[in-house]
């Protein structure tokens, strides 16, 4: 019985836990939060030939503006993106890869 508390414990604070490193982003220029525990996630990301950044989002790339770009370090290496239907609400760059 007490492990199966402990299970539900610990399913219920995953979300809360995965959304951990996101719950300071703010979109920038504002005090209003990117997140909102179901919005933001690793992404896979480019940067196209004009330097614009591109999410890959639901099958289709969408593109970053500037000034939804977070300058801060990514917290794992990845790209991560808040996204509210087809708008990227903020994002952070991942490591380069080749």
């Known amino acids: ?3 199966a508390a402990i299970l539900v414990l610990l399913l ?12 300071n982003w703010k979109i920038p220029g ?5 997140c909102n525990d179901q919005d933001c996630r690793p992404v896979r990301a ?6 614009v950044w591109q999410v890959w989002h639901e099958g289709r790339w969408l593109d970053v503006q500037p000034r939804s770009i977070l300058s801060i370090p990514s917290p794992d290496g990845r790209s991560h993106a808040c996204i509210i239907g087809s708008t990227v609400l903020c994002m952070v ?5 080749s």
């Open 93 to 97: 760059p991942g490591e380069v890869r």
């Open 12 to 23: 219920m604070a995953a979300p809360a836990i995965a959304h951990e490193p996101y719950s």
């Open 46 to 51: 480019r940067a196209n030939i004009d330097g």
């Open 1 to 3: 019985m007490k492990r």
């Open 30 to 34: 504002t005090e209003t939060s990117c």
